[in-house]
């Protein structure tokens, strides 16, 4: 818990709460105008306020910002495609091979619309994990980013996907196989409660995704893994990397150099971020794909 004594040292906070208890929502709309990383980060700390009346409304506040921010990208999501037959009420091109069939079974006849068949595409969803560093450095801007992440994940694929949040142990915050739909803020609040203890063990958190992925029944799966990848035992989430069907690892730009090693040794996608709010940018590009 952080108390206001550690606090006053902080920009802006005596702007942001010149109060006990009080959180100005105007001065938190300027700063998240003029720096918004900074003024996510700061209200990510007051979550974790001493004062339990600051803490609730910053972390309600911190709630509805987020899913604002994470809902200004383009709801999208990557698929692949596979051609198959469907009956005529389908929409979709007429199945000329399956077509010429009927009429040849009906022998000169009126053909039932009930043969008749179309081809088009079938688009299963994808299915997406995103794995979370929730080690000791999981505070502020770490925070928020994981926090953009998962709203921008839980609003774009509902229905398939799952959150892992790792450290030394990987633990399933929201599972693939749920058959409850779980709404965005009730997402958010499961991440928002996480604190950040213990190592690093990546091979872990990737072992918990191969195991989510399992349950899903989609044409793509993508794991997302949000960490610096500062891992002493690296070595050992390097099979497991590579096992998967689909890894991209977003790691802050500041701070990738291991990352990238261990994107070098699996071949999956590295993608930097400057702070929180390139977060929602960088899922929507990668569930933009096909």
């Given at each position: 818990?952080v108390s206001?004594q550690?606090?006053?040292s902080?920009?802006h906070f005596?702007?942001?709460?010149?109060?006990?208890?009080?959180l100005?929502e105007?001065?938190?709309?300027?700063l998240l105008a003029?720096h918004?990383?900074?003024?996510?980060?700061l209200?990510?700390?007051l979550g974790?306020?001493?004062?339990?009346?600051?803490?609730s409304k910053?972390r309600?506040?911190a709630?509805?910002i987020?899913?604002?921010?994470?809902r200004?990208?383009?709801a999208?999501?990557g698929?692949v495609?596979?051609l198959?037959?469907?009956?005529?009420?389908?929409?979709?091109d007429?199945?000329?091979d399956?077509?010429?069939?009927?009429?040849a079974?009906?022998g000169?006849?009126l053909v039932?619309?009930?043969m008749?068949r179309?081809i088009?595409?079938?688009?299963?969803d994808?299915?997406v994990?995103?794995v979370i560093d929730?080690?000791?450095?999981?505070?502020?801007?770490?925070?928020?980013?994981a926090l953009l992440?998962?709203?921008?994940v839980?609003?774009?694929a509902?229905?398939s996907?799952?959150?892992?949040?790792f450290?030394?142990?990987?633990?399933?915050?929201?599972s693939m196989?749920?058959?409850e739909?779980q709404?965005t803020?009730g997402?958010?609040?499961a991440?928002?409660a996480l604190r950040?203890h213990g190592?690093t063990?990546?091979?872990?958190?990737?072992?918990?995704a191969?195991?989510?992925?399992?349950?899903?029944?989609?044409g793509r799966h993508?794991?997302?893994?949000?960490s610096?990848c500062r891992d002493r035992s690296?070595?050992d989430?390097v099979?497991f990397a590579?096992?998967l069907d689909?890894?991209?690892i977003?790691?802050?730009a500041?701070?990738?150099?291991d990352?990238?090693?261990l994107?070098?040794?699996t071949?999956?996608?590295?993608?930097?971020?400057?702070?929180p709010?390139?977060?929602?940018r960088?899922?929507?590009?990668?569930?933009?794909?096909r």
């Amino acid at each position: 818990m952080v108390s206001r004594q550690q606090m006053m040292s902080v920009a802006h906070f005596d702007e942001l709460s010149p109060d006990v208890g009080e959180l100005d929502e105007q001065v938190m709309d300027r700063l998240l105008a003029d720096h918004p990383d900074e003024a996510m980060s700061l209200l990510i700390t007051l979550g974790d306020a001493v004062d339990a009346e600051l803490r609730s409304k910053a972390r309600l506040l911190a709630e509805r910002i987020v899913i604002d921010m994470a809902r200004r990208g383009r709801a999208v999501r990557g698929k692949v495609g596979r051609l198959r037959s469907m009956p005529l009420r389908d929409a979709g091109d007429l199945d000329v091979d399956s077509a010429v069939e009927s009429v040849a079974e009906a022998g000169g006849l009126l053909v039932d619309s009930d043969m008749l068949r179309v081809i088009d595409w079938e688009r299963p969803d994808t299915a997406v994990c995103l794995v979370i560093d929730r080690s000791g450095s999981m505070k502020g801007e770490a925070l928020a980013s994981a926090l953009l992440a998962s709203a921008a994940v839980a609003i774009r694929a509902p229905s398939s996907h799952a959150i892992i949040a790792f450290s030394g142990e990987a633990e399933v915050v929201r599972s693939m196989s749920t058959s409850e739909h779980q709404s965005t803020d009730g997402v958010v609040n499961a991440v928002l409660a996480l604190r950040g203890h213990g190592t690093t063990c990546v091979a872990n958190g990737i072992s918990a995704a191969i195991a989510e992925h399992e349950s899903a029944r989609c044409g793509r799966h993508l794991t997302v893994l949000l960490s610096d990848c500062r891992d002493r035992s690296i070595e050992d989430a390097v099979p497991f990397a590579r096992s998967l069907d689909e890894l991209v690892i977003v790691a802050p730009a500041g701070d990738a150099e291991d990352a990238r090693s261990l994107s070098d040794a699996t071949g999956a996608v590295l993608i930097t971020v400057d702070g929180p709010r390139d977060v929602a940018r960088a899922l929507d590009e990668l569930l933009s794909r096909r």
